[in-house]
């Protein structure tokens, strides 16, 4: 049996245990399934980074199987990929959903807010002090290219500093190129997120963090789950009860590091200590919900800063409401035991 199949396996074995006692953390009584309800879940890079694990530590953990759900994971190329928008727009997955693709007339909505909180660092050579050294530099536009969301906070970081996209070079390549592009000095700036950080300076320590992308653009929200319109209307005890399964996940998370480490590391195939890393810097950073991952502030702001932007017309502005299902959120998080504050997260 090959060693990434036994550490998976291992993980599971050992996390299948805590599931007996998954009622005092979810709210949910396991229960004899007459079918298996199948889904499809997107996570936005191949591999995942950390804060994309929530649906692997779901399914390892059994939260998805209790709730007669056979989850399978699917990877796509960055967020904003146009296969990614496909799947939403078909109804054949819950994948990352942007405010800019319902300005842009998808039939989507966001149903759970997976990370409101944005994890990266934008990272740069040593010799780049502030944003406007950026100036004639190369950027990344890795997952998505132009539109994709390294582009958009390369032009956010270019924007603080008074310079515009055109002042800068992006550069587009495959999501896994960011961090051996930034190494190999074929990059200039690139937004990496907290276990990249860490293997980034471990590899080159003259590299720097410009900017917390989080401090940047506060109110910014980052990562949050989609289905079609017409999904939600045909099947929403199915999208809340997944949703459900993973709000426990991201519970667990926050509240027991060890058990969760070898299965993120199996998901990212990045060491332990870049993945301890990088959980301790989202829980320190409220990165992942505890609840709905919604606030109609954080809604709105990521709206009007797309419109401000141009990436949606001023004439087609989609509502908090066009954007968020607030409410099959709040059905998911009663599944998953109400709302709770776990340290200074709330959201």
Not at 78 to 107: E, F, H, N, P, W
Not at 237 to 242: A, E, F, G, I, K
Request: proline share 5%; aromatic share 6%; with cysteine.
């Amino acid at each position: 049996m090959p060693a990434k199949t036994r550490l998976y396996r291992g993980a599971l074995t050992a996390s299948i245990a805590a599931v007996a006692v998954a009622a005092s953390i979810g709210g949910a009584e396991a229960q004899t399934c007459p079918v298996m309800r199948k889904i499809n879940i997107g996570v936005s890079v191949a591999p995942p980074n950390v804060v994309h694990t929530s649906p692997y530590v779901a399914k390892a953990l059994g939260f998805f199987e209790k709730r007669c759900i056979d989850a399978t994971i699917v990877q796509f190329e960055g967020g904003q990929s146009q296969t990614s928008a496909v799947a939403a727009a078909q109804g054949s997955a819950i994948v990352s959903v942007s405010d800019v693709s319902i300005g842009r007339g998808l039939k989507v909505q966001q149903i759970w807010a997976l990370a409101p909180r944005m994890p990266q660092a934008y990272v740069v050579p040593g010799e780049i002090k502030t944003a406007a050294d950026l100036k004639g530099k190369r950027l990344s536009a890795t997952g998505g290219g132009v539109g994709g969301f390294n582009w958009r906070m390369g032009r956010a970081v270019l924007k603080s500093a008074g310079l515009a996209e055109a002042d800068a070079q992006f550069i587009p390549s495959p999501t896994a190129g960011r961090l051996p592009g930034l190494i190999a000095g074929q990059i200039d700036g690139v937004a990496l997120h907290p276990e990249d950080v860490f293997l980034a300076q471990q590899q080159k320590s003259s590299l720097r963090v410009l900017t917390q992308l989080a401090d940047l653009m506060p109110l910014y929200m980052f990562n949050a789950y989609g289905a079609s319109t017409e999904w939600i209307a045909k099947d929403r005890p199915l999208l809340r009860d997944t949703i459900a399964a993973m709000i426990e996940a991201n519970r667990v998370i926050y509240r027991d590091r060890a058990k969760v480490v070898p299965i993120i590391m199996e998901a990212t195939t990045k060491s332990k200590e870049a993945v301890e890393f990088a959980i301790d810097s989202n829980v320190k950073n409220c990165v992942w919900s505890v609840n709905t991952g919604f606030t109609d502030k954080r809604t709105q702001w990521s709206i009007d800063n797309s419109v401000e932007n141009g990436d949606i017309a001023a004439d087609k502005k989609p509502s908090v409401e066009q954007v968020a299902n607030v409410k099959l959120a709040e059905e998911a998080m009663e599944l998953a035991g109400g709302k709770v504050t776990i340290g200074n997260c709330a959201e």
